[in-house]
């Protein structure tokens, strides 16, 4: 079988929306992890690189229901007459009785922003049935999961909170941050503050589905939206210009929260926390069926603020059977995981004989069931402010200023050891999840959960050496089947092999496509990591060099076809193979390695060269290719253990190259035939196998562990003088 060059796809074929280029998260690095709420902060500003700013209106009227003009009428005289006398209405105009603009006040920032509090509470009061009440300046920090030390300036919070003592992250409806200027530290004091609270929102609940935010710097006031599309944010109102516009959004967030699930400030009706004791549990209503989680399986996917926010659980059904959730965000335009399994387990039954596809089908994540978020009769689809809007210069895309500002006023510390504030970290260790940006607009996003029958351990937390090696053998098996029915997987990594029972598993079929589709444009795919080279160049590398070079005067051939778009194809897959197993080997060391000549540093060193974390680095190309030095690299940095079982990382990375110049040596003609989709499988699976056998009994450490420094907290990370207690995170 040899492909055909490229063409182009035919108009009237259905056309998938275009794979979506890779970028690094940042929040999947060390400095995130460490507890250092700078480090945190410039993590996640960093992963969103800009947000959308819109007109107010387009964004209010996300919110809820706004009062009509009858009741806005309604409201201002109650706020104009009652004893309170929020509002007073003179030949001066209409105007907040004892809120003045905070820039012209000489008290403290707290004292100044206190009649704020009375204007949105008696606003509140005008809903019937709200649920929410407002708090300003709260002495103590929101509880949290995470080791959450910040404090927002306030916050719509539930009715039904007990005590401020006992305040979650889970029972914010709304932060706000305050500021008395509106100088351009201020703003981005408060911009980069209510980002990161927006942020805990989304990371700690799965039962939030969007959050609001609030910032007012001086007179002026922003809403934020936070979902898992895009953050946005309002152009600036008046709070004392605009008053209608001021009372119009806090009823209509006093109104969203009237319903008895809460939907429209973003929780899910489908989703209930319950407590077991100190233990958070989650029952998922999917379909008809109910599903209590046990334990977090991997949740790292919602840490960035736009995604898909993938948290995987396991979790029991009604009769007590285990099962894998996956919680997430597909694009509308996507087939669910559920649906490209069906369609490629279609083609194994159409391909393979009756023996292969029963191997094919042990080898397969098993799924039972996957379903669509509905509320309210509607598939749940991320918020878009632009939505149903004429599109007018006053939306623009918002850069992020990444300089970090470092508050006079200390914050908390998390337990355990914090480096250097106020940098991004040198070290970028794993990225494990399949990662994907579309910067050209924003993506409509609908909420999906998929239900596995297996429930295992990543080959990424095998700590046994043989069993890791059985694992990712194993992974390469269900690719051979994959590739022998005609598809190629595309996000092969060491977060997608699971060990279920003494056999691995591959999962994730989100980008999964058939070899010879032409339904969409193959860019940067997959996880970082374990992405081919020519993947993340987007190019054939191994072709003959003399092949685009024409002497003088000759006229082209004709005859060829002319040079074709990139396409992945089932070499890349296995180059990921490669790259996994190659991460294994220079991600850990034995437990027990006695080699005195082993360095753990230079270990890591090379270790960061192989694996930078970013797209373009020439260090990781030439890893893979310069088989000589990766030979000697092997030799000099693993341990005895380690090299004498991954000996063969060199040979394995030599018979890829062989394969691609095989592909690739009558490019533009592209020849992928069964003979080498059989030869470069068998090699690859003899390399796997062959360590496998030679890897028991060695346990392994991940080398971060051995290497985690132990450096005394900065000074402006101290804990506040008694004296003075802090007010913000």
């Known amino acids: 079988m040899v492909t055909p060059p490229h063409t182009p796809q035919s108009q009237k074929s259905q056309m998938l929306p275009p794979d979506t280029a890779v970028f690094a998260r940042h929040t999947s690095q060390t400095d995130y992890r460490t507890g250092d709420l700078k480090l945190g902060r410039i993590a996640v500003l960093a992963d969103l690189g800009r947000y959308l700013q819109v007109p107010f209106d387009c964004l209010v009227k996300c919110v809820g229901a706004l ?89 719509l919070v539930l009715n039904d909170q007990e005590t401020e003592a006992k305040m979650h992250w889970f029972d914010i409806a709304v932060p706000f941050e305050f500021k008395k200027e509106q100088d351009t530290e201020s703003l981005r004091d408060d911009e980069q503050k209510i980002i990161w609270s927006l942020h805990s929102i989304m990371r700690e609940d799965p039962c939030r589905r969007f959050a609001f935010g609030i910032t007012i710097e001086d007179t002026q006031l922003r809403l934020w939206l936070s979902n898992r599309a895009c953050l946005a944010v309002t152009e600036p109102i008046d709070f004392f210009q605009n008053i209608d516009g001021v009372i119009s959004l806090f009823y209509a967030l006093g109104s969203a929260s009237a319903s008895s699930t809460m939907n429209e400030l973003g929780w899910d009706p489908t989703v209930e926390r319950v407590r077991d004791g100190k233990k958070i549990q989650y029952k998922f209503t999917i379909g008809d069926e109910v599903f209590t989680t046990m334990r977090e399986l991997a949740t790292y996917g919602a840490d960035s603020m736009v995604g898909r926010g993938t948290r995987v659980y396991e979790a029991t059904d009604a009769g007590g059977k285990k099962v894998a959730i996956k919680d997430s965000w597909r694009e509308v335009e996507r087939q669910s995981e559920g649906e490209i399994l069906e369609s490629i387990l279609a083609s194994c039954a159409e391909k393979l004989q009756a023996d292969e596809l029963a191997d094919a089908k042990r080898h397969f994540v098993g799924i039972r069931l996957w379903k669509d978020v509905i509320i309210d009769d509607t598939p749940d689809v991320t918020l878009d402010p632009l939505v149903g809007e004429e599109h007018n210069h006053s939306w623009k895309w918002v850069s992020i200023d990444l300089r970090p500002i470092l508050s006079a006023r200390p914050h908390l510390p998390s337990a355990g050891d914090i480096p250097d504030s106020g940098r991004l ?75 279920v029972g003494g056999i691995g598993k591959l999962g994730d079929f989100e980008y999964a496509k058939k070899i010879d589709s032409q339904t969409s444009h193959d860019v940067r795919t997959g996880t970082i990591h ?90 990781r190309r030439d890893f893979f290719s310069f088989v000589d030095e990766l030979q000697t690299v092997c030799d000099d940095v693993l341990s005895e253990t380690c090299r004498d079982v991954g000996d063969c990382i060199p040979h394995f990375a030599d018979a890829l190259q062989h394969g691609y110049r095989k592909a690739e040596a009558k490019y533009p003609l592209l020849v992928l035939d069964d003979t080498l989709l059989n030869d470069i499988h068998r090699q690859a699976a003899e390399y796997l196998d062959g360590a496998q056998q030679r890897a028991t009994g060695i346990e392994l450490c991940p ?27």
């Not at 040198?426 to 993506?443: C, K, V």
């Not at 060829?560 to 197993?581: G, K, Q, T």
Request: proline share 9%; glycine share 6%; hydrophobic share 30%.
């Open 67 to 155: 009062p009509s003009q009858q009741d806005l009428q309604r409201i201002r005289n109650n706020l104009t007459n009652k004893e309170s006398k929020i509002l007073t209405d003179d030949e001066s105009g209409l105007r907040w009785t004892d809120f003045t603009p905070p820039a012209k006040s000489k008290g403290s920032e707290e004292n100044v922003f206190k009649p704020l509090g009375r204007i949105i509470s008696e606003i509140l009061a005008e809903v019937p049935n709200r649920r929410v009440s407002f708090l300003a300046n709260p002495n103590g920090t929101p509880l949290s999961q995470r080791n959450n030390t910040s404090r927002p300036d306030g916050y």
């Open 425 to 499: 970290s040198a070290f970028l260790p794993t990225q494990l999840g399949g990662i994907a940006r579309n910067d050209t607009g924003i993506p409509r996003r609908v909420h999906t959960r998929t239900v596995f029958d297996d429930v295992g351990v990543a080959v990424k937390d095998v700590t046994s050496l043989a069993d890791n090696l059985t694992c990712l053998s194993d992974g390469l098996k269900a690719l051979y089947y994959m590739h022998k029915a005609g598809w190629i997987h595309r996000d092969f990594s060491v977060g997608n092999v699971i060990w």
């Open 530 to 619: 374990f992405m081919a080279v020519e993947v993340e160049k987007q190019n054939y590398l191994f072709r003959p060099t003399s092949s685009n070079v024409r002497p003088v005067g000759r006229k082209p051939d004709t005859s060829l076809p002319s040079r074709p778009p990139f396409r992945m194809n089932f070499l890349h897959d296995i180059e990921s193979v490669w790259w996994a197993f190659t991460w294994i080997f220079f991600y850990h060391t034995d437990t027990d390695t006695t080699d005195a000549n082993h360095s753990l540093d230079a270990q890591w060193e090379k270790f960061q060269l192989a694996f930078p974390g970013t797209v373009g680095s020439p260090s």
């Open 703 to 729: 080398l971060p562990d051995l290497l985690k420094p132990k450096r005394p907290r900065p000074r402006e990370e101290s804990s506040p003088s008694p004296k003075k207690k802090p007010r913000h995170g």
